[in-house]
């Protein structure tokens, strides 16, 4: 594997969340040659139980290959906290010397499985050749992990991410059909994970739509995560990157809005010493003004 194929960006957005299996190169160079904002390479349920450790020796010599800021923007989906390959995973991974910007715990069902994964990493990181602190994200895809999900988000310092995983969890909701093609039906879940990232200020981020097509389903699933307020989605193809990077970011009116609202805002402030003010019909305040900000922030934008 080659750098010359790597695209990074300046600014780390998490707009479009590309999984790959471990173990094949060729589809990891492309997923790292794509316009993924993130590549999440899957040690779970992408490899099979009797290929658990042949796939991680074959993920860390892939990984040594590639220059930190490549890195940057990769996760590494490890195996659950309750499995006996977690531990395996995380040291092979802390031993690398530049190690992956954070690692996706599946199966997460509570405070005990962050904490473990914590405090484990607290130990390999004491002795590890990179320094750098890697993040979790955690991947809700139980009914247990869901009902927990404020707990969980609540407990491990160096958490970044919640993830909604839709396959698993529709076995564990038991939905007589799977993944549904509707995508309000996700709307209580989507919904009970958004408030316990923001509550605890760390991403969320909305899991695949499951199937390779863009299609009106798919981009009818993108729309509502957007519009709930999720800060990205993971695809399982490459041709879903773009819609998801178009749609989660800001569109030029928007960021010229939230620019013209602090700027009204800022003029009020410093005319008449108020916080709040009316700009085309629409009362501001330090309410909207952090809503504009966030837009800006999205957007990658300076005011």
């Known amino acids: 594997m080659t750098s010359d194929v790597m695209r990074t960006t300046a600014e780390q957005r998490h707009r479009s969340v590309l999984a790959v299996p471990a173990g094949d190169n060729r589809k990891l160079s492309r997923a790292l040659a794509s316009n993924a904002d993130e590549v999440v390479i899957d040690l779970e349920d992408a490899v099979e139980v009797g290929s658990k450790d042949r796939a991680r020796a074959h993920l860390v010599a892939a990984l040594r290959e590639l220059p930190a800021a490549v890195l940057d923007r990769v996760a590494v ?34 405070g005990g499985d962050m904490a473990f994964v914590d405090r484990l990493l607290d130990g390999l ?38 993830v909604l995983g839709y396959a698993d969890l529709s076995a564990s909701l038991r939905m007589p059909h799977g993944p549904a093609s509707r995508p309000d ?16 200020g760390v991403r969320a981020v909305d899991g695949p739509y499951l199937g390779v097509d863009v299609d009106a389903a ?3 699933s993108v729309e509502q995560a957007r519009i709930l307020g999720f800060d990205g989605k993971w695809a399982i193809h490459p041709r879903q990157l773009s819609v998801l990077n178009d749609t989660f970011s800001p569109t030029t009116e928007e960021v010229a809005h939230a620019r013209a609202v602090l700027a009204a805002l800022d003029e009020a402030a410093t005319s008449s010493g108020v916080g709040a003010t009316r700009y085309k019909g629409q009362m ?13 922030r999205q957007a990658g934008a300076r005011r």
């Open 77 to 110: 989906r490890i195996n659950p906290a309750r499995s006996r390959w977690c531990h395996l995973d995380l040291a092979a991974l802390i031993d690398l010397p530049v190690t992956p910007s954070s690692v996706v715990l599946p199966k997460v069902e509570g």
């Open 284 to 296: 501001l305040d330090e309410a909207v003004a952090v809503a504009a900000r966030d837009v800006l």
């Open 218 to 220: 798919f981009k009818a």
């Open 185 to 200: 039906v996700w709307l209580p879940a989507q919904h009970s994970l958004l408030v316990a990232a923001r509550a605890a």
């Open 125 to 162: 990181e004491a002795r590890a050749p990179s320094g750098r602190r890697v993040g979790v994200q955690a991947l809700i895809e139980t009914a247990a992990g869901l009902a927990a999900v404020h707990e969980a988000a609540g407990v491990a310092e160096r958490l970044d991410a919640l």
